[in-house]
């Protein structure tokens, strides 16, 4: 399945890279601006009760108790319902001025910043506060603080703030990974397919580049000019190919004729023979330069112009008519097995050329065979035609080497071809988008033309 295909995906990892990256950095600013407000409204509330505790110090140093005493009780009483805390106390811990009711016995007479609950004595409920403690030069205590409950619901809000942001971060950094992986994909997607439709044909196609200079555009001009260089050295190679096929024809034609008006004109038994042997042989040459001149044509996608729609059944019965009889008399059997109605659109002439091949190879080799099947379905998008026999068959170590150009698997028993039927079907199905295949028939060989299914 292709989930499992993931991990090995380098478009996947690329995503994950991307989003851990994104998130990481969002989550690193998102914490760090939390961490620095709250250390922002500690430093503050340290602040008020330093400064608190110097102005109570310097009364109590400009009057003593009674000046200490009295600035408390006038600061209270102006800050009534404030945030401030004091506490007054004599050595022992007993209160004289404040607003605590007791010296609260886990803070020690000397302490630095703690937060605790406690109640004021004006307050029905304990309240969350920082407090310092210092002891005074007669001994007596002072406790001074402030309600910190505030800043803690201001940290609370900002820590919920935080999450949400870094929620929102996550999805918008998941978002961003994979619009990058995607339109990346997409540029990738964009090259694979000029080189799935160069690989099948079509030498013309090039990447689409948009001129940004970047590493894709870079990519494309590199991969288009060697495109060009390709479709030159090609383009070169079947003019090569198919001047010479052509070229040859003329002469060979020409041969031909004298040799049979030789064969008409001697009357020398062996003469004649060895006359017969060159006809046939030079007629085994024309075959060749005939099929050269077609592979040629269909690798150069000529002919897709001439795409019709086509009757699949109306097809091979057209064949089994025009094959039928040379059939029966080499003691086979020619039938159809199609599988369902099938129109598609194809070059009627090539398939036609290349079923024959295919037919004629089954005369030739199905030794002590009596039946071929001429099959047609639907698959995978697909139309797949068979050419079936019961014959010996092909081992299926050597149908790479059956679909070789030229190749011949037994050259010692002497049956004419070319060699470049099979690489004529081979051809025919890549015009049409397509293959070839071969399998065991038990017994026999059956041979599949895949064609792109094209209605």
């Known amino acids: 399945m292709r989930w499992l295909s993931l991990p090995r995906s380098t478009t996947a990892r690329f995503i994950v890279l991307a989003f851990m990256l994104q998130f990481a950095v969002t989550g690193g600013v998102l914490l760090f601006v939390q961490q620095a407000s709250k250390r922002v409204l500690d430093a503050e509330q340290h602040e008020l009760v330093r400064e608190l505790q110097d102005e109570l110090m310097a009364a109590w140093h400009a009057g003593g108790e009674p000046e200490l005493r009295q600035i408390i009780e006038a600061r209270l009483e102006t800050t009534h319902g404030g945030a401030e805390v004091i506490l007054y106390a004599r050595p022992d811990g007993k209160p004289i ?51 910190i409950e505030a800043n803690l619901r201001l940290v609370r809000v900002n820590r919920e703030a935080i999450l949400l942001a870094l929620l929102a971060g996550l999805a918008m950094s998941l978002l961003g990974a994979l619009i990058m992986g995607r339109l990346i994909s997409r540029k990738i997607q964009t090259v694979a397919a000029t080189a799935n439709m160069v690989g099948d044909g079509t030498l013309s196609e090039r990447v689409v580049t948009d001129g940004s ?43 031909k004729s004298l040799i049979e008006r030789a064969i008409v004109d001697t009357r020398d038994t062996a003469t004649l023979s ?24 269909a690798e150069s996608g000529i002919g897709r112009d001439r795409f ?96 070789k150009r030229f190749g011949r698997l037994d050259p010692a028993r002497h049956i004419a071809g070319s060699g470049l039927g099979l690489a004529l079907v081979e051809a025919v199905a890549r015009l049409h988008n397509g293959g070839i295949a071969l399998s065991d028939n038990a017994p026999g060989l059956c041979v599949a033309l895949s064609l792109q299914h094209d209605i």
Do not use: C
């Not at 991969?223 to 010479?244: F, P």
């Open 308 to 403: 019709a729609e086509i009757d699949v059944a109306a097809l091979l019965d057209d064949l089994v008519e025009i094959y039928g009889p040379l059939a029966e008399d080499m003691g086979f059997t020619l039938q159809t097995d199609v599988r369902g109605p099938i129109r598609t659109r194809l070059h009627r002439e090539f398939v036609s050329q290349a079923i024959g091949n295919l037919i004629e190879n089954a005369l030739k080799y199905a030794e002590n065979g009596n039946r071929i099947v001429l099959g047609a379905s639907v698959s995978a998008g697909q139309v797949v035609l068979t050419v079936a026999d019961n014959g010996p068959g092909i081992p299926a170590d050597r149908h790479e080497e059956a679909l």
């Open 97 to 147: 001025a404040g607003n605590l009711g007791a010296w609260p016995t886990v803070i020690a007479p000397r302490a630095d910043w703690r937060s605790i609950d406690l109640y004021r004595t004006d307050g029905e409920r304990p309240e969350r506060m920082g407090v310092v403690a210092m002891r005074l030069p007669d001994g007596s205590r002072l406790l001074t603080g402030h309600v």
């Open 213 to 255: 200079g970047d590493a894709f555009d870079a990519l494309g001009r590199s991969i288009n000019a060697m495109l060009d260089r390709i479709e030159a050295l090609v383009s070169q190679l079947r003019l090569l190919t198919d001047g010479l096929a052509h070229d040859l024809r003329s002469p060979v034609t020409r041969m």
């Open 274 to 297: 060895t006359l017969e042997r060159v006809s046939a042989e030079v007629e085994t040459l024309l075959g060749m330069l005939s099929t050269a001149l077609q592979i040629s044509r």
